[in-house]
């Protein structure tokens, strides 16, 4: 399951790429980050992410102690990846501008 949706999430990121060139082609420069290709983007980054977890924590469920431990702190390291992703990906919507303000 986690290699399927490694797949798909590579088959994402490899389609968003020629949609971004047209993108620009149709409408110039990316004035923002959610366009509808970087979005492809996201979604294939974080299926990829996804993937890799289903993946490790299969690899858990067979392990000793020692590789378990290894495993764990790599869970947790793409388990951040995707927390940074997520985190970018959102980061038009927060208005840097009242960050420091009492509303």
């Known amino acids: 399951l986690g290699a399927f949706i490694i797949a798909w999430g590579g088959v994402m990121m490899l389609t968003s790429a020629p949609f971004d060139d047209w993108w620009h082609n149709a409408y110039g420069l990316d004035t923002k980050i959610l366009s509808p290709p970087h979005m492809v983007l996201l979604f294939g980054i974080l299926s990829v992410e996804v993937g890799t ?24 390291y793409v388990g951040a990846g995707i927390l940074t992703s997520l985190l970018v990906g959102i980061m038009e919507l927060s208005n840097r501008v009242q960050q420091h303000s009492g509303m």
């Open 53 to 76: 977890l289903l993946l490790i924590l299969g690899a858990m469920n067979r392990a000793d102690a020692a590789l378990k431990r290894r495993l764990q702190m790599l869970f947790l």
